[in-house]
């Protein structure tokens, strides 16, 4: 089960929460908590720590329940985002934080600190899914390797999310229940008859669908405190986990009355009208929106309008297709880039022409335009945040870029439409929100590190970021924008628990504050075309708003006046207009208004709701959802001193015991699994039984990887043996292919990996190439083995006739592997080469073998087309058992490097045909997980013969070490497959197999 914080729509973490255990990594320990952090987010762990065991003792208090052992917090920042998330695990539970703060315009950017905040959010997650079951058949259930409480099984995810959100704002004072965001989109949701069903509030589709069941879910359960309680809640987590099994409509109907599904109706009814009473005020006032620009979907990025005012570059988004960054002509040419459907055209034409009565549709919505330019995304990676330079020719963009290690950075690129010229400028800054100054040397950015975001000066020629205001735990910056002199920058501060404009002198880094101090947070902070005035969005009454503040006088000035939201006030300097976002059900449109033409008249109308922390009545928790609360002030967290503060060394051991299966033309397997892993998954082992099994490898090994090192160090030990004499299930008779005989190797081995990652940006500098849109990824490994074989055969042998040969088998082998991955919007192509090498010495007998591979693929949305190809040839003078051997299914005993022989053709039985020479060819069509596939393959002492066919669907599914979860890595196959030709012509066989591997 994963419960995860996030920032926007439905972003849910990986199972497989990627960490970086080659840095130095420290364990900080509490009363109730262990927390392993890099080095690099030491400060911020350790602030974070103080405060825990309060927070563990606060949530307690609420929910009712908190584990009685040590749960394990992890701090790490592979995509520098803003998340987090929880894994309620009865044995080993367990929080992953991100330290990245949000940004004003989120759910979560309502905050007093971020870490505050987010382990709030987490813990509560865990106080509230591991309260155990007191059923006897559930506790032998929760004692599995992955043992979980009822909690997690049967609560709904509108209610885990809902909760901790809950319990969020009543702890802190602040969050998601506190934010006007929330109450904007469930007020334009109702008024357009768009909340979610019961069953939609769980789900993740459409436009911030992953996010009700934070959003509704935390007012729904608001409202149902208020209704019967507080305490009804916890009598709902005690009947979920009573001796007597329920469901979790029936523990919900014992304590409220009714399924949730018919008061979740009852609730939603009155939230549309607590809706419309409230929108009636802001009518009443006068509502001020603008003109629509443009009908857009999903969340459209930040508009931005040339110097000139001729065009308008903005990132759009839709829900099947990556985002966007597209330049509009602005202004009268903006007619002739209008997309007219002359199909419709020339519909509605004949239809007057044959019915003149008739009557055309009325077109309500600005058409569509088309771009004068596009950029497309890289895969995921969006180019976002446009800003032009003053010669209106050039954009900074900003685009997340993959480092070596392979986790994601922001950075800067320089882009030239009308040369199709996009250059990186900054090489693992982690800089965003960037904004060039007006002589187009440098730049305002924000950096986003170590849990601080600094306002920073990056030189646009050289890439250099040094530091323009420092920021601390308690302060943060974003959204920088140049004075139009360049003498001055404006950006937004978090401090004090809310999001202040600031006005900073670019040479000394001294700041001083200008909104006004009225407890309103403001963001989205722009400078007017003469400079004279400041644009932002306010939230002063309980609506965000764009506003103008006149920097002489001091005085703000509404420039809209909205049922939803507005975001992101952009100014046109050909005119006084200003573009801004509006927030509707279905995105955010671009609209324009023009202050002179529509000027908000009278004061700001309040949107408020009367309640607190806590709504006391049903009435106050349906305005609560759609009003902001008021400021509210809670205690803080007290600190308390750590217990313990260490190098990480191989961190706290979890152990797993774990099932093995293979099933397939060499019979069935059965086999288990003693692991054991780290939460930074610096340390993992392996301890592999497997029992006999007709011709399927059995034995065991010993296997461990170490990665706390830049390249990762695998060693093992092995005593396996496979027994070829055996029928095969796929054949009525043996196999005849030399390898009639029972094979034995103990040994050992050590191989040595690394793997890297080349961005496209880095691509494109190194080859000095205006755009690349292809990042490069290497992998190379090294190994060597040693140890004692037997081979005892009825016939043919390695070399003659003899039964019986021992011996040594002593090995080496060399990897490498170099994938490029093209992505142009949902279209991913990437081609892969590899390379191996292999040279050794089996029962006295020398030997050499290479293989070589091609990948090219071609995928979109997880549907598309993929071709292999792999050759290989060993020395002739090899002895059979060094020979190609063609099917089986792939070796996890010990590393398939060590028996690079072996080719893995799971419909096939092991040693169907040896040779010197092999080829196998393949074309797979995936789609949604599972592929069709036609295979071709050939072994013999030369190239060139006829290729024997194979045809099967299977599903594949490869994962790394999930550390998480306490899991090594692991393989999953299920298929079936037909022979076309050969001795077995006409056979259909099924392999299925489930492998871990360290």
Request: glycine content about 10%; overall charge positive; hydrophobic content about 40%.
């Amino acid at each position: 089960m994963l419960v995860a914080l996030s920032l926007s729509a439905s972003s849910r973490v990986a199972a497989q929460v990627p960490t970086r255990p080659a840095l130095p990594w420290r364990t900080i320990e509490t009363q109730w908590f262990r927390f392993h952090t890099p080095a690099e987010y030491e400060g911020w762990t350790r602030d974070v720590a103080q405060r825990m065991d309060s927070v563990r003792e606060r949530v307690r208090l609420v929910v009712g329940h908190a584990p009685s052992r040590k749960v394990d917090i992890v701090v790490e920042d592979p995509a520098n985002a803003t998340n987090g998330s929880a894994w309620p695990l009865l044995r080993a539970p367990t929080i992953v934080l991100y330290p990245v703060p949000p940004n004003p315009r989120s759910f979560i950017g309502n905050n007093r600190t971020w870490g505050e905040i987010l382990t709030v959010h987490e813990f509560a997650h865990i106080a509230h899914l591991t309260r155990p079951s007191r059923n006897t058949l559930a506790q032998l259930r929760q004692r599995l390797p992955i043992g979980a409480g009822p909690l997690v099984l049967s609560t709904p995810r509108w209610l885990t999310e809902g909760y901790a959100t809950y319990v969020e704002g009543v702890l802190t004072g602040s969050g998601r229940p506190h934010a006007p965001l929330r109450a904007a989109v469930l007020r334009e949701w109702a008024l357009a008859g768009a909340l979610p069903t019961y069953d939609a509030m769980s789900g993740t589709q459409g436009f911030l669908g992953g996010t009700f069941a934070y959003l509704q879910g935390s007012a729904f359960v608001d409202w149902l405190a208020a209704t019967e309680g507080d305490s009804s809640l916890t009598a709902l987590w005690r009947r979920q986990s009573a001796r007597t099994v329920r469901s979790f409509a029936s523990a919900f109907a014992g304590v409220y009355g009714e399924e949730p599904p018919r008061l979740y109706q009852r609730f939603v009814a009155d939230q549309i009208v607590e809706a419309r009473a409230q929108t009636a005020k802001l009518e009443a006032a006068g509502v001020v929106r603008g003109e629509l620009v443009q009908r857009l979907t999903a969340a459209t990025g930040d508009p931005a309008v040339a110097p000139d005012g001729q065009q308008l570059a903005v990132v759009v988004r839709s829900e099947l297709e990556p985002a966007r960054l597209v330049i509009w002509r602005n202004g009268a040419a903006a007619v002739a880039d209008t997309v007219v459907d002359s199909a419709r055209v020339r519909q509605v034409r004949r239809m007057l022409k044959r019915d003149p009565e008739d009557v055309a549709p009325v077109l309500r919505e600005p058409l569509p335009r088309r771009a004068l330019y596009t950029l497309d995304a890289m895969g995921a990676r969006s180019h976002e945040d446009p800003r032009w330079f003053r010669d209106g020719k050039r954009l900074l963009v900003v685009r997340q870029e993959p480092r070596a290690d392979g986790t994601l950075r922001p950075e800067l690129f320089e882009w030239t439409p009308e040369k199709h010229r996009l250059r990186a400028v900054t090489k693992g800054a982690s800089v965003r929100r960037a904004d060039p100054s007006p002589d187009g040397t440098q730049a305002a950015a924000i950096r986003c590190e170590g849990g601080r975001c600094d306002l920073v000066r990056v030189t646009l020629a050289s890439g250099a970021v040094r530091e323009m205001v420092p920021s601390s735990p308690a302060r943060q910056w974003d959204r920088p924008r140049w004075s139009p002199d360049g003498k001055e920058v404006a950006a937004v501060v978090h401090r004090d628990a809310r999001w202040r404009v600031a006005i900073v002198n670019a040479e000394t880094g001294t700041f001083r504050e200008v909104s006004p101090d009225d407890g309103a947070e403001r963001y989205d902070v722009t400078y007017t075309p003469d400079g004279q005035s400041l644009l932002y969005v306010s939230e002063h009454g309980g609506i965000p708003n764009v506003v103008r503040l006149d920097l002489a006088t001091g005085i703000e000035t509404s420039l809209t006046r909205v049922t939803g939201a507005a975001f992101a006030p952009e100014p046109v300097t050909i005119d006084t207009s200003v573009y801004f976002l509006h927030l509707t059900p279905e995105g955010f449109d671009l609209r324009r208004v023009v202050p002179a033409r529509t000027p908000v008249r009278g004061a700001v109308v309040a949107i408020e709701s009367p309640a607190a922390v806590r709504a006391q009545r049903a009435g106050d928790a349906v305005a609560a959802s759609l009003a902001p609360r008021g400021p509210t002030a809670v205690d803080s967290f007290p600190r308390a001193p750590l217990r313990g503060d260490r190098a990480y060394g191989l961190g706290p051991r979890s152990y797993r015991l774990l099932p093995g299966f293979i099933g397939g033309p060499d019979g069935r397997m059965l086999g288990g699994y003693l692991t054991s892993t780290d939460p930074a998954a610096r340390f993992t082992w392996l301890l592999h039984g497997v029992l006999p099994a007709q011709r399927q490898w059995y034995g065991g090994s010993l296997r461990a990887a170490w990665r706390g090192w830049p390249v990762t160090v695998t060693g093992e030990a092995f005593s396996t043996a496979q027994d070829l004499g055996h029928e095969s299930t796929a054949a009525p008779a043996r196999v005849v292919s030399g390898l009639d005989g029972r094979l034995q190797w103990s040994g050992g081995a050590v191989v040595v990996e690394q793997r890297r990652t080349i961005a496209a940006s880095h691509v494109a500098r190194t080859l000095h190439i205006p755009m690349a849109r292809f990042d490069v990824s290497t992998r190379w490994r090294a190994g060597a083995a040693g140890g004692r074989m037997r081979f005892a055969g009825d016939s043919l042998s390695l070399t003659d006739a003899r039964r019986n040969e021992v011996g040594q088998r002593v090995m080496g082998f060399g990897e490498f592997q170099a994938g490029l991955q093209a992505q142009r919007g949902a279209r991913v192509a990437s081609l892969r080469l590899d390379a191996h090498g292999a040279a050794g010495r089996t029962l006295e007998q020398r030997w050499t073998r290479v293989r070589a591979g091609m990948t090219v693929s071609s995928l979109q949305q997880g549907s598309g087309v993929r071709l292999d190809g792999v050759i290989g040839r060993t020395s002739t003078d090899a002895p059979l058992i060094e020979q190609f051997a063609m099917g089986g299914q792939s070796l996890f005993v010990f590393d398939p490097g060590l028996m690079s022989q072996r080719v893995a053709v799971e419909a096939l039985p092991s040693g169907t045909a040896l040779g010197t020479h092999m080829s196998v060819v393949r074309a797979s069509v995936p789609l949604q997980g599972v592929e069709g596939y036609f295979l071709g393959w050939q072994a013999g002492n030369s190239w060139g013969g006829r290729l024997s066919r194979v045809a099967g669907v299977e599903a594949r599914s490869t994962t790394a070490v999930a550390s998480i979860l306490r899991i090594p890595g692991s393989t999953a196959v299920a298929g079936v497959g037909r022979q076309l030709d050969g001795a077995l012509k006409g056979k259909t066989t099924w392999y299925v197999s489930v492998q871990f591997a360290p």
